[in-house]
């Protein structure tokens, strides 16, 4: 607190000081045993003004400590200490609700921060649990495929990959908290990872008749294998779902003096502008996946942007609905630096 602010609270104090000093010269006036001096009563004014600036001083600087203890940088998350050195009954009674509210703030931080951690290692063994029959699915379809139609065979196939997909969600999920102790930084080829991932997908693009075209030259970027691998099978995933039958995906690898760009485009359905601003939102599913065939969980993209820029790299979108959507990803150089958003990407 400012000695400005601890003045305005002490307005009663000097309101009441002013009018007994008017009082006592009105009284002084009123008086007829005694001579009126008005420059008596000014001197006598002065001094009470000083009088009362050496109490005001001298009781601020002796509560400022107490008051700074209450001050906390809101920018930095640093635990708030306990109050101490109360000298007053009203210190006291401050000091001790202050006390008990942050003792009580503390020992709720602790119970949230230990089922958050209890509900983010249940899902970590959840996900590796499923993992093991989602394996053996995968295996027993792969016997049956003989004996089952080739549509049938295709919508089970499909549905594994789903399921598959879904689970890799909620793992990357849970994990984006902890991010910092899940990755490794290291020089990859961006060509061979595109192709590692589409690969996974390739039964899609079959049996949706939907065409795939890797363009550019092949570029070393810097970044976590397992984390960039995930983020392409979400726009892939993504362009695959809104793309009908008949369409493309197109992937072209380009660099200029920002970066290695990755441009991932499909011949969709595209976005609409109302939707666009926030694909990326947690949560959000827009008009496109509210349809019953897509059925989006809206996680996909917000963890995509999300990981991204965790890894250093900016994911943008442009669309035009009937049209399709681009997705772009990139790879800053290491002295690039920018400090505006573009204005005609988002």
Request: charge should be negative; hydrophobic fraction near 35%.
């Amino acid at each position: 607190m400012t000695f400005t602010n601890y003045l305005r609270d002490q307005f009663r104090l000097i309101l009441l000081w002013i009018s007994l000093i008017s009082l006592t010269g009105f009284i002084l006036w009123l008086t007829p045993e005694v001579k009126f001096n008005l420059p008596s009563l000014v001197y006598i004014a002065i001094l009470g003004f000083i009088l009362v600036f050496i109490f005001l001083s001298l009781d601020y600087t002796r509560k400022k400590k107490f008051w700074q203890q209450m001050e906390v940088n809101s920018n930095q998350y640093v635990e708030t200490p306990n109050l101490m050195d109360a000298r007053s009954h009203e210190e006291t009674l401050y000091q001790d609700y202050f006390n008990e509210m942050h003792r009580e703030h503390f020992l709720l931080l602790n119970d949230v921060k230990q089922q958050s951690q209890e509900q983010k290692d249940y899902i970590d063994s959840w996900v590796h649990e499923i993992k093991v029959p989602l394996a053996s699915l995968n295996l027993i379809s792969e016997t049956i495929e003989d004996d089952i139609s080739e549509k049938r065979f295709n919508q089970l196939r499909n549905n594994l990959k789903r399921i598959d997909d879904y689970v890799e969600q909620v793992l990357y999920y849970s994990r984006l908290d902890s991010f910092s102790k899940d990755y490794l930084i290291k020089s990859y080829s961006l060509k061979k990872m595109v192709q590692q991932t589409v690969r996974k997908s390739a039964d899609y693009f079959i049996q949706n008749n939907i065409k795939f075209s890797l363009e550019g030259e092949d570029f070393a970027v810097l970044t976590d294998e397992k984390w960039l691998e995930f983020i392409l099978n979400q726009l892939i995933n993504n362009g695959i779902k809104y793309t009908e039958s008949g369409g493309s995906l197109s992937v072209s690898l380009s660099k200029n003096d920002r970066g290695v760009w990755l441009t991932l485009t499909d011949t969709g359905i595209g976005i609409p502008q109302e939707d666009l601003q926030r694909i990326f939102d947690k949560g959000f599913t827009g008009k496109n996946g509210r349809n019953e065939e897509t059925n989006s969980t809206g996680l996909g993209l917000y963890l995509a942007k999300s990981l991204a820029e965790k890894l250093g790299h900016h994911l943008y979108v442009e669309s035009q609905l009937g049209k399709g959507t681009s997705f772009q990803i990139l790879f800053p150089h290491l002295n690039y630096y920018s400090e505006t958003e573009e204005s005609f990407m988002i």
